[in-house]
Structure formats: C-alpha cells, structure tokens
Nanobody, 124 residues
Framework: VQLVESGGGLVQPGGSLRLSCAAS????????VGWFRQVPGKKREGISY????????YYADSVKGRFTISRDNARNTVYLQMNSLKPEDTGVYYCAADLKILEITDPRILYDYWGQGTQVTVSS
C-alpha cells in the first residue's frame, strides 16, 4: 500500500513537466490528494490539492496560473502539470493523500499516505 510519484527530471526554465502520483493497494478516488515541494534549506511547502471528485482545487500563490492539478480515478492517479517552470521551482515534490482532510497543505500533519518524492530541477 503506497503512493509513488514519478515524472520529475531536469528541465530548462520556461519548460514543462507532468508529475504523477499513483496509488497502489488502495483506491485513490476515495482520498483527497495534495502536492508539496521541498527546496533545500527550506520547509516543505503545500502547493496544491484536489478533492475526491476533482473539486475543489487549491494552488499556492507561488504556482497559481502555472500549475494544474487533476485526477484520473480510472488510473488511480493524480497529476500535477507544471508549466512555465522557474529555477525557484527546483526541489523534491511529494504527494500525500488523506481520507478526511481536504486542505492538504500543512506538512506537519501525518496524512494517511505520503509518497517518497520525485526530484525536479529547473536549470539552463
């Protein structure tokens, strides 16, 4: 039973990546899902979440207008489409899922599931 992130990598500024958060061993559409990122030397930051049915969605100001969260319950996966990437978007990206908590933005909370993270590096 786990969440697994994928899709990270090295991209130039202005480029795009799509991260995936796939659940195995449980049905992700029963859960609210959030994305966090951790930049070296800084606290883990909640940047987006999505409700069980695909609504509501939330974006931190730092990513609003550039990132889009979505879910494909048939694939048991939540996505984070990241466009217009900036060097300051560099970090490790994690997803978390919780059965009851919708606003998955506080990294101090022990949500039901956490993924292991995927590295995103934005550099020329």
């Amino acid at each position: 039973v786990q969440l697994v992130e994928s899709g990270g990598g090295l991209v130039q500024p202005g480029g795009s990546l799509r991260l995936s958060c796939a659940a195995s061993g449980f049905t992700l559409d029963d859960y609210n899902v959030g994305w966090f990122r951790q930049v070296p030397g800084k606290k883990r930051e909640g940047i987006s979440y999505i409700g069980k049915s695909g609504r509501p969605t939330y974006y931190a100001d730092s990513v609003k207008g550039r990132f889009t969260i979505s879910r494909d319950n048939a694939r048991n996966t939540v996505y984070l489409q990241m466009n217009s990437l900036k060097p300051e978007d560099t970090g490790v990206y994690y997803c978390a899922a919780d059965l009851k908590i919708l606003e998955i933005t506080d990294p101090r909370i022990l949500y039901d599931y956490w993924g292991q993270g995927t590295q995103v590096t934005v550099s020329s």
